[in-house]
């Protein structure tokens, strides 16, 4: 399968959890981006990564939220202390370098807080 | 702060008629424009864009339709097919510092369903 792999597809976590949330991208494509959708909503923007490189984390939470895209392996999207609002899907989506052009989406990590 | 706003959430059509899926941005700064289709479970997939110095693209039954002064764009479907419901959504960029960038911003998408 070449396209952007996600896992896990679900994950449940209860309050005060961490989650973790991976990516990896599509051959090739060097440049993450990870959205938001919460119910009911469109995606929101949350950060744009390139390896080893945070590019833009304007839609980050302050706190809480991190990402990574290390040298080897996949990108990572982690939620310390999680609280019930936290509950979404979280996608993430690949590009090659830079240009005006479409993302490649991945079928999402559907989180759940209870 | 809703830069790309999709008014309608639904939208009903029979098989073969056209569908009409319109977004409005208000962002100035936009100059790509995209639209991507959604089904339950999945991630988005990309179904046509146009460039700002554009007013219309084309592709099979797919056009994309751009009014910059009106920061109005459309998607039309046509002849529409029960399989075409799905969400739709119109997404947005910007270049900024002299480059492009793939920060898309996205509508709230509209449902459409396609009535046999």
């Known amino acids: 399968n070449a396209g952007v792999m996600q896992n896990p597809r679900h994950l449940v976590r209860r309050r005060g959890q961490e989650a973790r949330l991976r990516c990896s991208p599509m051959?090739?494509?060097?440049?993450v981006y990870w959205y938001r959708q919460l119910p009911e909503e469109g995606l929101k923007f949350m950060v744009y990564?390139?390896?080893?490189?945070?590019?833009?984390e304007s839609g980050m939470p302050k706190e809480r939220f991190s990402a990574e895209f290390p040298k080897e392996g996949p990108s990572i999207l982690r939620i310390q202390q999680v609280v019930r609002g936290d509950s979404a899907a979280y996608f993430c989506?690949?590009?090659?370098?830079?240009?005006?052009?479409?993302?490649?989406f991945g079928e999402g990590s559907r989180l759940t807080v209870l | 702060d809703q830069q790309v706003k999709q008014n309608s959430p639904s939208l009903s059509v029979q098989e073969g008629r056209i569908s009409i899926l319109n977004c409005d941005y208000t962002?100035?700064?936009?100059?790509?424009f995209l639209w991507y289709k959604k089904y339950p479970a999945e991630g988005p997939t990309f179904l046509i864009s146009?460039?700002?110095i554009k007013d219309k693209n084309e592709d099979g039954r797919f056009t994309v339709f751009l009014n910059k002064s009106a920061k109005h764009l459309s998607l039309h479907i046509v002849p529409s097919q029960p399989g075409d419901s799905a969400v739709y959504f119109c997404?947005?960029?910007?270049?900024w510092g002299g480059g492009a960038t793939n920060k898309l911003i996205f509508g709230t998408g509209t449902l459409l369903a396609v009535q046999p």
């Open positions: 051959k090739g494509h060097s440049h």
């Open positions: 962002n100035s700064m936009f100059d790509y």
């Open positions: 990564l390139q390896k080893e490189n945070i590019i833009d």
């Open positions: 989506a690949s590009s090659p370098p830079p240009r005006t052009g479409e993302l490649f």
């Open positions: 146009i460039s700002s």
């Open positions: 997404a947005a960029s910007e270049t």
